[in-house]
């Protein structure tokens, strides 16, 4: 099965291009990042895929079933869950808080929560190894930490698919090995991952399968092996 494609999928922001009948598909169970120099479309592609921007032509297909325009709550509900670049938790909120009303935007009311919910959301955040932060205010995390409260608040959820904004950007390099181990490790349990990253240590060492964007279009896909060696990767990167 092909987890998540799109068909077509092109978006403009004035004259801006930013995707071009972008044709792409990424590999249902496995660790796929989608890489490419700044600007060429990336966040754009996973607002148009999660519902936040409507795209202009094209579709999005997600279990062979057609999601496109499809509100974010909906494509949420279908298994696609995802973290954002800049990171969004409720800083003046518990940890703990933050992750039981990314679940449900009710238990931003106390009280309106169950034990189970509870359980669950420590378990996650024990997973994410942040369970001692449970009472802390997010404020006082420092941003790696804030990444993984965010993790944890997207998989209570439980999606079938996360697709991940910049998990490193900005963290230090002890949580990065972090990152990557979990991301691993969630995806040995069953989850597809696409993981938009500019780091490549990282992005080479956990993908199973690699996109290549420039200029709002895959110029190449492969494993890491291939891709680290693509002429049209390292022309679209370093200009030769
Ligand atoms: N809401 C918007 N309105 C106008 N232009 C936008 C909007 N969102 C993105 N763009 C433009 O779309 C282009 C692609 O941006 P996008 O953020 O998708 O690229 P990216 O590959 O994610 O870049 P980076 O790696 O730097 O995060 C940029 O030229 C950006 O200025």
Same mark, same amino acid.
């Given at each position: !099965? ?10 403009? +922001? ?11 598909? +990424? ?21 148009? /895929? ?39 938790? +409720?800083?003046? !909120? ?33 997973? =994410? ?21 965010? =993790?944890?608040?997207?998989? !209570? ?18 949580? =990065? ?15 597809? +991952? ?9 992005? !080479? ?34 200009? /030769?």
């Amino acid at each position: !099965m092909r987890s998540l494609e799109t068909v077509e999928l092109t978006k403009a +922001f004035g004259g801006n291009v930013v995707l071009d009948k972008t044709t792409v598909s +990424f590999r249902h169970g496995k660790v796929n990042a989608l890489i490419g120099p700044n600007g060429s479309g990336k966040t754009t592609f996973f607002n148009c /895929v999660t519902g936040m921007i409507r795209p202009d032509s094209g579709r999005v297909l997600y279990g062979g079933a057609d999601i496109t325009r499809r509100a974010p709550h909906a494509i949420a509900r279908a298994g696609i869950g995802r973290t954002f670049q800049l990171c969004r938790v +409720f800083p003046r !909120m518990t940890v703990l808080d933050n992750v039981l009303a990314a679940a449900r935007p009710a238990n931003l009311f106390r009280g309106a929560r169950g034990r189970a919910e509870v359980d669950r959301a420590r378990g996650w955040l024990t997973k =994410l190894g942040i369970e001692h932060l449970a009472g802390a205010e997010a404020r006082n995390l420092s941003w790696g930490q804030q990444k993984l409260l965010e =993790l944890a608040g997207v998989l !209570m959820s439980e999606p079938e698919t996360v697709l991940l904004d910049e998990p490193a950007g900005g963290v230090n390099p002890a949580l =990065l090995d972090r990152i990557g181990g979990l991301v691993r490790e969630l995806n040995a349990e069953g989850r597809t +991952f696409v993981i938009v990253e500019h780091n490549m240590d990282l992005v !080479m060492s956990i993908s199973d399968h690699i996109v290549v964007f420039d200029r709002g279009r895959p110029i190449a896909e492969g494993p890491p092996a291939a891709i680290r060696s693509d002429e049209r990767v390292l022309g679209a990167y370093l200009g /030769v």
